[in-house]
Every structure is written in C-alpha cells, then in structure tokens.
C-alpha cells in the first residue's frame, strides 16, 4: 500500500475510535482512615487487654520473677512517623531457694517511634519501631541499667512490632457493600473495577493513619444530572417506602450512639441533622420533585454531618466491632467519593446496601430490620435531648375518623357551655381537666357557631397549660416566658384555628393538613417527628397535641435561635417569632433563610399570615378566632 494512503487511514481509524479505548486507567481513591482513638481501641483488643488495660509481658502473672506491665498507651504523629508513649513497670529477679531476688525495679514512660507500613500480601497493617527512649515518672529523661534496656530490645520492641491490624476485613466489606449502591446496569461494571482493588502505602498525618484504596477504573461519559421528573402517584407511593428504609437507617445511625457521652453541641447536630432531612422529604413531596437523586444526596450530606460524630464516640471503647465500624466509615466514605463520580455510575441506594451497613454498626448477628415504625422510641427522645417521652393519658384510637353523630355533639356543646365558663375563676394549674379515653373527653372540642367564644377560651386553657407544663420541664429565662406563651398561642392559631377535630355526617376525624401528614391543633407532622410522638395521641387527645407542639416551639427557640443570634446584636421578640415559627413550620435551616427574606421583604405568605396571627395575639384578640374557624 502506498505509505501515504497507509497514513491517512491509520489517522482516520485514530480519529473514529473513541477517545476512552486510548485512555489509560484511571485510579480512584478511596480513603480508609484509622483515627488514633481507633488506633488505640485496637491495641488494647489485641494486645492491651488484660485487666485495667495493661499488657502484661512475660511472667508477670507470678510464675516467675520478672514482671513487665505497659498501660495508658497514647498515640501521636512525629514527622511522619507514629509516636507511642505508654506507662511501663518492669521488675527483674532471680529465684533463690523459691524466693524472687529482685535486683532491678524501674517504672516510668516508653516512647517508641514507629514506621507504620501495609504487608500487600496479607493486607495488614504493620508497625516496625525506630528508636525508643525513656522517662521517669516526672516526664524527664530517665538513665536506666543496662539490664533494663536489654529487656526493652529484646522483649518490649517485639512486642509492639508483632502487633497487626487485618484490614481485609474492611476491604472485603467494601467489595460487598459498594455493589449494593449503584443500579443493576452499572453493577456489573464497578464489581469488575473492584478486582482491581489495591492498598496504598501508610502515611502518619496529625489526626490518623491514613491509607487508600485504589481502584482502577475506565473513563466515564460525561451526563448531565437530570432534574426529577414528575410522578405518578404509584411511583410516589413507592418511591416513599424507599425513603423510609433510608430515613429507618438514618435513624439507626444514631441511635448506634446511645449511651454515649453527647456534648449539647453534638446533640443539637444529630437533631438538626434528622430534621433537615425529613423536612427535606416533606418539600420534595410537596413539590413533586421526588427521585432516587434525593436518597443519594442525603446520605451523602448526612454522613459529612454526622462522621465526625460517629468517629468520635463509637471506636473510644476497645470492642468486638472495631473493625466493622471501621469497614462502615470506610465504605460511608467509599460512597461520598463514587458520588463526585457523577450521574453515569447510577447511584441507587437499595434496601439491602442499606441493611448491609446497618450491620455493621450492630453488635447483633440478627439482620437489622430497619422498620419504619410510628411508635414512640424512648431511646431516640433521650439522645436527642428531649427527655421522657410525652404523658399519654387520654383518647386515642389507631384510625382517623370514627362514628360520631351530629346531634350528640350539638347537645353536648350546649351542655359544656356553662361549665367551661367556670374554668375563668379556677387557677391555671386546675383549668384543665384528665378524662378517661372515651368519647366524652372529644365532645367538648368540636367548635359550632352556639358554643364558639367558649370553646375558643377552652382551647386557650389547653395551650396556656401546655406552655406551662413544658416550661416546667424546659425552662427559659424569664425574660422569654410571657413571649413563649404567646408564641404558642399564635402558632396554634395559624396552624389549625385552634382545631382538633372536624365532625361531619355523623363521623368524627383529626385535622389533618392537606398533604394529609400533619395532625391537629399544633400540626405535627408525623413524619418529620416520627419516633417522638405518639401517632394516636396526636390525633386523638387534644391535650397531647398542645404539649407536643409546645415542646418543640420550646426546642426551637432555646437550642436554635437563642444560641444562634448575635449576642451583641439579639434579635427583638418580633422578629424571634417570626424566625421560630419559620423554623416550626419548615426546619431548622430556615433561621438564616427568614432573616434575610426579612432583609429584602420578601417574606413567604406563611411568614405573613403568621405575622397576623402573631400581631393579633399581642392585642389579646383571640376572639377573633372564631372568624377563622366559621368564616365569620
């Protein structure tokens, strides 16, 4: 062939072919971190676990004459190796006709220094020491005999260098895990990118030992995100039970912290963590922009929020699941880094990744089961601060309407007219009555153009009680409490005109918003404060409700906005109601965004008709209620 001819066709075959077919592999990195609290942690599983946390080197069981303990080992970096400094005690002798002759008693503080490095054969991470000093009991060089220093060469050395971590353990989660992540197109391909799995070397930073796992892959093609596409209601349906083995798993994460030490600051994180995240779902459904999309970016955004709380607490304590926590914050961490990716890998979070992370934070061989449940957790209301769950005394049923006929509720609105009257004369503290659950106790609290102005002030009993039994338990400073009183009552008034229920042909059901998932006179949303409320206390028992809805006005206000205000420039009690009841009606995350809405004035039609309800209740018009719940 003609070289010339020969050219041009081998440039024209150059151009054809695809850019990626000539691309090299591409390494994508993913972190594996071991923070020296888990450094530690292991250290006493594997090596520091006799009791009090010593190694016990030797015979110093009592068998023989030389005793070597070692306790309190701590860890640092030191240019770019690890720094261990641990108590030590060593006594030597020598049996004589039964007895221990000692001949040497030294205690004080070994600092070795260590090369950390990763055996690719057997993927362990080892530890190979470079020099070593001592120091007496005052934190100065110790001079020590000879005989002292040999057994440190010969017998402390090696054990420290003998010490491994296994990180197969977490490698092979990862290989497992990462796989139940993406969709079932995309699968096969990063499964035969994770044959490629290799560590790096380690390297000592001032937090951690840090190493990577490298994975090859081939060039992805560049997508654009698409924007969510409006569902059918079959597909909200089934796209919400995903959400709420995502929001169950969310849930699972920190609970995982039970029992530990929270900081206030850290309890505030996990709440505001939890709430944003639902609230986050509540608005995608409302504006039906509901996709797998959603599910992926807040496990992503979660998990920057919620690692360093997890590292922090869960690996302080030598355990069993070290190594899985470590293999759940390494793939936690594995996904964030698919995720910058882009949309090509088709990330989709499924129910059994879900449950196999779940797992790893479990010290249960029992597969978690990840229920989304509307029961009340205890255990989630104390972590978070809340306390005790809510007194359930009174009405509830599992249903949202039952029979109720019209005339019986009329007559009965009659013959509550007077006594609610009575209630003015009586103390705050007696104005509110406990009724067994029945029906009698809901008669009382459906409103009627002949029993209006005394069932507007029954209702206001209710909430002023609320307010005070949940000051009672939260208190504020008193400079708060006649505005926190009346934050109540205005946002009660907004959220539902003092409405529990609504009674109509001969049934009677809870008022329930128009997405049909917030309840009753303070409108609780089921699903943003699932696990904190009753479910059947909230439609059912007025009284329940008004405290339900108190506490978290009180929550808002005393963990939120108070602490988040400029003290030198606090915000006036105006513009505070305005901010707590933005942050009640849509989470945490409107703080900032009502004060500059206040800014430019351009406020929601939400911020006004509160801002009415407010201004109105300033000026002691609650009988104006009445035009908001008959019209006129």
């Known amino acids: 062939m003609n070289p010339k001819v020969w050219y041009l066709f081998s440039l024209l075959v150059f151009l054809l072919i695809p850019a ?84 040497a008693d030294w205690e004080g503080t070994l600092k070795i220094l260590q090369r950390v490095w990763v055996d690719k054969n057997t993927q362990n991470l080892r530890f190979t020491t470079i020099s070593s000093d001592v120091f007496g009991k005052d934190g100065k060089p110790a001079k020590v005999g000879e005989k002292i220093w040999n057994v440190i060469r010969t017998t402390i050395i090696p054990f420290f260098d003998d010490i491994s971590i296994n990180l197969s353990f977490p490698v092979n989660e990862l290989k497992n895990v990462l796989p139940l992540l993406v969709s079932s197109e995309t699968r096969p391909r990063l499964e035969n990118w994770l044959n490629s799995f290799r560590l790096s070397d380690a390297r000592v930073d001032n937090d951690a030992v840090r190493l990577e796992l490298l994975m090859e892959t081939e060039p992805l093609p560049k997508q654009k995100e698409a924007a969510p596409k409006p569902l059918s209601p079959q597909e909200v349906e089934l796209f ?79 355990s069993t699941s070290l190594l899985k926590y470590l293999s759940f914050f390494t793939a936690s961490d594995a996904l964030v880094t698919l995720d910058k990716l882009g949309p090509a890998l088709g990330i989709d979070i499924s129910r059994e990744g879900l449950v196999r992370l779940a797992q790893l934070l479990s010290d249960k061989q029992a597969e978690p089961l990840l229920e989304y449940s509307y029961g009340v957790d205890p255990g989630l209301r104390n972590l978070l601060g809340f306390g005790p769950p809510l007194d359930t005394t009174g009405p509830a049923f599992d249903r949202q309407e039952i029979d109720f006929p019209d005339d019986q509720a009329e007559q009965t609105a009659q013959n509550n007219y007077l006594s609610s009257w009575r209630k003015v004369f009586l103390p705050l503290a007696f104005a509110v009555e406990t009724k067994p659950a029945d029906l009698g106790d809901l008669k009382q609290w459906i409103p009627s153009a002949k029993n209006i102005q005394p069932y507007i002030f029954q209702v206001k009993q209710v909430l002023d009680q609320a307010a005070q039994d949940t000051l009672a338990q939260k208190p504020l400073e008193n400079k708060y409490l006649d505005f926190y009183r009346l934050l109540v009552l205005s946002t009660a008034w907004q959220e539902s005109c003092w409405r ?64 988040k205000m400029d003290p030198a420039n606090p915000l006036d009690l105006d513009t505070l109601s305005r901010v707590v009841y933005a942050m009640y009606n849509g989470g945490p995350g409107e703080f900032r965004k009502l004060l500059k809405r206040k800014e430019t004035n351009s406020f929601y039609d939400s911020d006004k008709l509160f801002w009415e309800k407010y201004t109105m209740a300033k000026e002691g018009q609650f009988d104006k209620v009445s035009v908001c719940i008959l019209g006129k």
């Not at 090299?24 to 923070?35: K, Q, S």
């Open 240 to 318: 919400s039970r995903s959400w709420e083995t995502w929001d169950s798993f969310l849930v699972y994460q920190i609970e995982s912290l039970l029992g530990q030490p929270l900081t206030e600051t850290e309890q505030g994180d996990l709440m505001e963590t939890l709430l944003d995240t639902r609230q986050g779902f509540i608005r995608s459904l409302g504006e039906n922009t509901l996709g797998n999309n959603l599910i992926r970016e807040q496990f992503v955004g979660t998990w920057q929020r919620l690692a360093t709380i997890l590292r922090t607490h869960l690996v302080t304590q030598p």
């Open 20 to 103: 990626s077919v000539w691309s090299a592999p591409e390494a994508v990195r993913f972190p594996l971190t071991v923070d020296y609290n888990l450094l530690r942690s292991l250290f006493h599983v594997q090596a520091f676990n006799k009791p009090g946390g010593k190694a016990i080197i030797g015979s110093a069981t009592g068998e023989g004459c030389n005793d070597i303990e070692l306790w309190a080992p701590e860890f640092s970096p030191e240019k770019s190796l690890l720094k261990i400094n641990t108590n030590i005690k060593i006594k030597l002798g020598l049996k004589t006709f039964g007895k221990c002759l000692q001949f």
């Open 500 to 563: 529990q229920f609504i009674n109509t042909q001969g049934k009677l059901r809870y008022l329930l918003s128009y997405n049909q998932s917030s309840i009753g006179l303070m409108q609780i949303n089921e699903r943003v404060w699932r696990g904190l409320y009753r479910l059947e206390s909230l439609g059912w028992n007025i009284r329940y409700n008004a405290r339900a809805g108190s506490e978290i006005l009180n929550y808002y206000l005393s963990k939120y906005a108070l602490k």
